[in-house]
């Protein structure tokens, strides 16, 4: 890729992975509402563990086998529609289902800004992995540039929403951030070696704080 091809591909993961871009990711938590109303998630320290276990046992894991998947199979209009299909089925809650089913058709939807033939190719119903993965490869974004944003937006939206939660203050949020770039790269590293086969969830309380929150009275988030 030339130079100037490098730096567009830049431009534009910064542009979809941007808090900014509009899929509504900010009023999500994926259980971690209801993990701090439970009192799973306590403070900073419970908050690390949180992220690092959903990032390499849990849903993120999976999330990130999906984006290098999808970003292989981006032209092939079938594995796409296989692949979303799985996605979806992997979802361990209601909630966890709507969120990446939304974000993925939202994702999709702002995507068009940048008209390309592979939002063609992905079906109606898309979970979020597999639609930032497959137009991230159309895009020409390198693989673990592309999955190591994504990780990072991840991993940033939960700290966000731990903040907002009151598990942590704004400067040990950054801390945490910051702590987790290594493990980051290490999940893009194994995820972008991945098959299908590495697919699995062994988080097992998020996933069940996740359910519990679908009858949460008092909320924040959606999720």
């Given amino acids: 890729m030339g ?5 567009q591909a830049l431009l534009r ?32 320290d419970d908050l690390v563990s949180w992220l690092d276990t959903i990032l390499g046992h849990g849903s993120l894991w999976n999330d990130a086998t999906l984006f290098a998947e999808a970003w292989r199979s981006h032209a092939d209009t079938e594995a ?9 089925a992997l979802a361990g809650s209601g909630e966890r289902h709507f969120e990446t089913l939304s974000l993925g058709k939202a994702f999709a939807a702002a995507a068009t800004a940048w008209p390309h033939e592979v939002l063609g190719r992905l079906p109606q119903d898309v979970p979020f992995p597999v639609a930032v993965g497959a137009i991230a490869a159309a895009h020409a974004v390198p ?16 700290v966000s929403a731990g903040i907002r ?17 290594p493990r980051i790269l290490d999940v893009c590293r194994r995820a972008s070696a991945s098959t299908l086969d590495a697919l699995g969830n062994a988080a097992i309380q998020a996933e069940i704080a996740s359910l519990k929150h679908e009858t949460q009275h008092s909320r924040l988030f959606r999720s």
């Fill in 143 to 158: 693989l673990e540039d592309a999955l190591a944003a994504f990780l990072h937006a991840a991993i940033s939206q939960a």
């Fill in 80 to 88: 796409i529609r296989e692949l979303s299909e799985l996605g979806l």
């Fill in 165 to 181: 939660l009151g598990a942590c203050g704004q400067a040990q949020g950054l801390a945490i951030l910051a702590e987790r770039e």
């Fill in 13 to 44: 993961l910064m542009a979809w992975m941007s808090p900014a871009f509009p899929i509504g990711s900010f009023a999500w938590s994926g259980g971690l509402e209801r993990a701090v109303h439970d009192g799973l998630v306590k403070d900073a």
């Fill in 3 to 7: 130079e100037g091809l490098q730096t």
